[in-house]
């Protein structure tokens, strides 16, 4: 399962009640940050998630309100007593901009290392994580992310027993592993029916609709969207500042076939985006507003339920 935690809503600024818009993920015990704007450390703090599991910061583009809260997180991280490495994705020119905000916490515990992303990638990340990017359109170079997580295919225990498998061996198969019975080398495909869908989350803030988002999000279990403005008539201010509308992120959901779509990254001006929430679920009925401290479990498909609630 993937446990995720919205930390905020809000877009340019903070304000009292809409901290800046940040996004937690945890797998098998490690941490993933999707962005960290100023007061992210704060917001963190209502939760009951550990800063020292924290492995990898993603960093959608370097504007302040997405990267002026990283001190804050590196301070809370060395207070947690953590040694190990961490890791932080971003677009070109993140580097630069890491070791300036490090310069006001000195003398870190761990070591920071830095990834800069042109174009499309994929990484493997810590809880067993597969990392995706994709360059999108804002008026700075700007990722959006997925981060999935595979299943094995099923275990098929019929022809594990038929092929005189003991069962003390059945977990090593399961993992993937060659098992050595007799003379015979059992491969884990001999007892391995067919793939099993995975978990997949989707952060995308600050761009403009592009038609290569479709497919880079599709099927995700969660969608993670900004919706800058609620008012259709927004669309040209949207356009010049390369931001999405409600409609337009509830589209996007719809067209890739995502289970959940959470809304967030709302303007300062836009005061009440309950009211604009109808226009996001003419296109997408599972449209939701993000809140601070918004927490589901997903789960597999097949699991007793598609995701649930923790908070």
């Not at 700007?142 to 299943?151: G, H, N, P, S």
């Not at 939701?288 to 789960?299: I, K």
Request: net charge negative; charged share 20%.
């Amino acid at each position: 399962m993937i446990d995720a935690c919205l930390l905020g809503t809000g877009g340019m600024m903070p304000l009292p009640g809409r901290w800046l818009s940040a996004l937690l993920l945890r797998c098998d015990g490690r941490v993933v940050l999707c962005d960290c704007g100023e007061g992210t450390q704060l917001s963190w703090r209502y939760t009951n998630w550990g800063f020292r599991d924290l492995d990898s910061i993603l960093l959608t583009h370097l504007h302040a309100d997405h990267v002026a809260g990283l001190p804050g997180i590196l301070f809370s991280l060395a207070h947690a007593d953590r040694t190990e490495p961490v890791t932080i994705f971003g677009p070109t020119g993140t580097e630069r901009v890491v070791a300036g905000l490090c310069v006001v916490v000195p003398g870190l515990p761990f070591q920071v290392n830095v990834v800069e992303i042109q174009e499309r990638s994929a990484f493997l990340i810590s809880g067993g994580l597969l990392l995706r990017t994709l360059p999108v359109v804002h008026r700075v170079p700007c990722l959006a992310y997925t981060v999935e997580r595979a299943r094995a295919p099923r275990f098929d225990a019929d022809r594990a027993r038929q092929l005189g498998i003991p069962v003390t061996l059945w977990s090593r198969l399961q993992r993937g592993e060659t098992v050595e019975l007799g003379e015979r080398l059992i491969e884990p495909e001999a007892v391995r029916g067919q793939p099993r869908r995975g978990l997949k989350v989707a952060y995308v803030t600050d761009t403009r609709p592009t038609p290569e988002l479709v497919d880079f999000v599709r099927d995700a279990d969660l969608l993670v969207c900004e919706g800058m403005y609620g008012d259709p008539n927004q669309l040209p201010r949207a356009i010049e500042r390369g931001h999405m509308l409600f409609h337009e992120a509830a589209q996007l959901a719809a067209a890739a076939s995502v289970q959940r779509l959470w809304l967030t990254h709302f303007s300062p001006a836009l005061h009440d985006p309950e009211s604009w929430l109808p226009v996001a679920q003419e296109r997408f009925p599972g449209a939701e507003l993000g809140q601070a401290h918004r927490t589901v479990t997903l789960r597999f498909l097949d699991d007793d339920a598609i995701s649930s609630p923790v908070r």
